[in-house]
């Protein structure tokens, strides 16, 4: 019979549609259980709740157990199935009991999202070495620390997960004015390169690993976060002047962020690893709607 090219299009439009998903079900998560560290509060909370909005099992992770005793109680009156595990991200035990007590709640562990997060700021000439040092152990090497043992579980029980590691556009945007800024910057930029070699690692046990790097959102802890308080008052008030001087006339909800976050926990990310999006509504490419005046700046110093 002789090859009829009309007829193998043909097959081959079929086969697209005979395979294809629903839009319902590339958008859902119905049925996995979900971990999101740095749950209790801001841009994890949001992630937690559009997780549990798509059908998701989610055991929100953090530090203090009154904020999640809070966070859990506000998710379950929309009655979404959610539970709290007290974890400090810098304590690899902690981290073996969260993903033990995930699989144990809701039988899996299929997403994780590490939007655990501390900042602080100091120029690099005032920071204090330990202040460093805690920033990148909770912000790199506690997102290690979960994705080791997430792709543990993951690898053990064959299941074909997704992994989202939150990082920051400060990786590739210095921080407005003069700085202060170096150590959470390194762990961030740190998230972004282990994101690549970790989507490398885990390709083959269908294990997909995205980073989505916000800018500055709404949250509590951008409201509440400082200068580095072992700083002098004066280098304090110093700093903090630096920080007020350059303000955007919009900033992102962290919903807007959660919603990436959301997407790459999904099917529709089936075909992307390794790869960071920039969730900051532009900023990364100068694309704001407000500009300060020079006079807005502190004077330079001869």
């Not at 974890?87 to 039988?107: C, N, P």
């Not at 075909?271 to 004077?299: F, W």
Request: glycine fraction near 10%.
């Amino acid at each position: 019979m002789a090859f009829d090219p009309k007829a193998a299009a043909a097959a081959m439009l079929n086969s697209y549609l005979e395979d294809t998903l629903s839009l319902e079900e590339m958008l859902s998560v119905k049925g996995q259980a979900a971990i999101v560290t740095g749950g209790t509060s801001g841009l994890g909370f949001c992630a937690a709740q559009r997780l549990c909005q798509g059908g998701a099992k989610v055991v929100i992770a953090g530090s203090t157990q009154e904020k999640g005793d809070v966070a859990v109680e506000l998710l379950r009156t929309k009655g979404y199935e959610v539970s709290f595990c007290r974890t400090d991200v810098r304590i690899e035990s902690d981290v073996e009991r969260l993903v033990a007590f995930t699989a144990e709640t809701y039988g899996s562990v299929d997403i994780l999202v590490t939007s655990a997060g501390v900042w602080s700021f100091a120029h690099v000439y005032d920071m204090p070495e330990e202040e460093f040092q805690r920033i990148i152990d909770v912000n790199l090497v506690g997102a290690f620390r979960c994705a080791k043992h997430v792709s543990r579980y993951m690898t053990e029980h064959q299941v074909r997960g997704k992994m989202v590691l939150v990082s920051s556009n400060s990786a590739y945007l210095s921080q407005p004015l003069f700085g202060g800024y170096c150590h959470y910057t390194a762990s961030k930029g740190g998230v972004i390169a282990m994101t690549q070699e970790l989507g490398k690692e885990l390709k083959r046990f269908g294990i997909m690993v995205n980073t989505v790097a916000p800018g500055g959102m709404k949250t509590p802890g951008c409201l509440t976060n400082g200068p580095v308080r072992t700083l002098s008052p004066e280098k304090q008030k110093e700093i903090g002047i630096e920080m007020r001087a350059a303000t955007l006339a919009e900033v992102p909800t962290a919903d807007s962020v959660a919603i990436v976050i959301y997407g790459f926990c999904t099917k529709m990310a089936d075909g992307v690893t390794g790869e960071c999006i920039v969730a900051d509504s532009g900023m990364l490419r100068n694309i704001v709607t407000h500009q300060p005046k020079c006079a807005e700046y502190p004077p330079r110093q001869e």
